[in-house]
């Protein structure tokens, strides 16, 4: 644990312990130990997490090994009682005591949802992961010639996380067609983590409860005319907790193959314990030479949240894109902060291969209209993958406008693959320019203050170019009078977007 984050638990701590009586400080039970809870899912999986917990009267102290997968510190630790109570990173809220010679613990997710367990005591060795196999000798792998341009279609985590399911997914695709997106360019079905159950006798992958059938849902997908997209992890386990690709690589690519999958995300998740940061483009390059081998084309998502300068290398890994960045979060600071730093690596995004600032929230419900249509616009221009994260079977009109928005969508689909970059800024106002193969420009004029704002400001300070003879607004689909300037009214959190040419 960081030596600041042991600090500020400390003091956290120190304060709850003066405002307890003598009395009960002594009586605190000792929670020290390493305690294995196993939290069995309805789907046939049980996941197994860690508590290393180290206790001295009232002060508590340790780390969460969550679903075998993320090592991260205990926060804000004190006793209520005789309870424990802490959180760790993405709102997790544990609350721990003792049961004879075990721990009840209960953990809740920032919602209704909540796991009631026991937690055993095991020995510190049991949280030991598996040795590292050899990694391959760096080579450089073939362009496997998929995603021209940026990857559109949908992906289940960011609305329904591991409540993902057969139907949820045909529902997908049915609302993918029904919704207009198809016809828009949307293309992708990914299932993200939590479809895993485990491996057979001969080691081949299996589903658990929730996919009975992972090829029948394949071809429903493609009768749709869509792809279908999976995910998996070079480490022991998922993010999630589920079986990982360790040592299967290629068993699992010719599985995904006979499925007929389309499209991978492949993410670090417990990788980082048993592999080195400097490994990452070995251990990458394992899985992209299994996909070359296993007789489908199947397009490379990288998700290493911009570990190892990775836009470097993913290319010679059969790369077609990768993750840029930590996850994204439904709001307007974790998209802004996001987007509005994708500009230093645009020199390595071009056909092929695309740099990814995360998936789409738009419809998921933390930001507005005006915050939502600044999100896609700025995905579009940078080039990046339009992946929906909402509920398609559910949104609103306005969801359904923004996510379609033809004019945009062309942007973002634009044969030249360049990436914008920031050419003004200016009180909170940026313009973000892009060219585009028919020879003009793509621009972004974003307000990051709080209040409507005007920006004005000449074509030739602003992106370096002449008046144009034709100027488009692309949210308002109406021609703008061509002139020497710009001059006009952009929302708070809003976005105007323009073609010039």
Request: glycine letters at 10%; aromatic letters at 10%; proline letters at 6%.
């Amino acid at each position: 644990m960081p030596l600041h984050t042991r600090l500020k638990n400390l003091c956290l701590l120190l304060a709850a312990a003066l405002a307890l009586a003598p009395g009960a400080r002594a009586a605190a039970p000792d929670l020290t130990g390493t305690w294995r809870i196993d939290l069995p899912k309805p789907w046939g999986v049980t996941l197994h997490s860690y508590m290393i917990l180290r206790q001295e009267g009232p002060f508590l102290t340790g780390s969460v090994l969550v679903n075998d997968a993320d090592e991260i510190g205990v926060q804000e630790a004190h006793m209520e009682g005789e309870e424990a109570v802490f959180h760790v990173d993405w709102g997790w809220k544990f609350r721990v005591r003792r049961d004879g010679a075990n721990l009840h613990v209960v953990i809740s997710y920032g919602g209704p949802d909540a796991d009631v367990a026991t937690a055993y005591p095991v020995p510190a060795s049991a949280t030991t992961p598996p040795a590292a196999p050899a990694i391959p000798e760096l080579r450089t792998l073939p362009d496997n010639g998929l995603l021209r341009t940026p990857p559109m279609g949908w992906n289940s985590w960011n609305h329904f996380a591991e409540k993902v399911d057969d139907r949820v997914v045909r529902d997908a695709a049915d609302a993918m067609v029904a919704s207009g997106m198809a016809a828009a360019g949307y293309q992708y079905i990914n299932i993200d983590d939590t479809w895993e159950g485990g491996r057979d006798a001969a080691g081949n992958i299996l589903t658990n409860a929730k996919f009975p059938d992972m090829k029948a849902l394949s071809a429903y997908v493609h009768a749709k005319g869509l792809k279908l997209g999976i995910y998996s992890s070079p480490g022991f386990v998922t993010c999630g907790g589920y079986e990982g690709s360790l040592g299967h690589e290629a068993q699992d690519a010719a599985t995904y193959a006979a499925c007929g999958i389309d499209y991978l995300k492949y993410d670090w998740c417990s990788a980082g314990r048993i592999y080195k940061i400097a490994d990452l483009r070995a251990v990458y390059q394992k899985m992209g030479d299994a996909l070359e081998r296993c007789g489908r084309p199947i397009a490379y998502s990288l998700c290493e949240y911009g570990m190892g300068d990775v836009w470097t290398w993913a290319p010679k890994v059969s790369g077609n894109l990768w993750r840029t960045t930590g996850d994204i979060q439904d709001n307007w600071e974790s998209m802004t902060k996001i987007g509005f730093d994708q500009g230093r690596l645009a020199t390595f995004a071009g056909p092929g291969h695309w740099n990814d600032p995360d998936m789409l929230e738009i419809g998921n419900g933390g930001m507005n209209g005006a915050e939502y249509r600044t999100h896609f616009s700025l995905w579009c221009l940078l080039a990046a993958p339009l992946m929906a994260g909402n509920d398609l079977r559910s949104m609103s009109d306005d969801t359904r406008a923004i996510l379609t928005n033809r004019e945009v969508i062309a942007v973002d689909q634009d044969p030249l693959g360049r990436e914008a970059q920031r050419a003004w800024a200016q009180d909170g106002i940026e313009v973000w320019t892009r060219p585009l193969a028919a020879g003009g420009i793509a621009i972004g004029i974003f307000n990051r203050n709080d209040q409507q704002r005007t920006a004005s400001f000449s074509w030739a300070e602003s992106v370096d170019a002449s008046a144009p003879r034709h100027v488009r607004d692309l949210w308002n689909h109406t021609d703008l009078a061509p002139g020497s300037s710009f001059n006009g009214a952009v929302p708070a959190h809003g976005v105007v977007m323009l073609e010039a040419k």
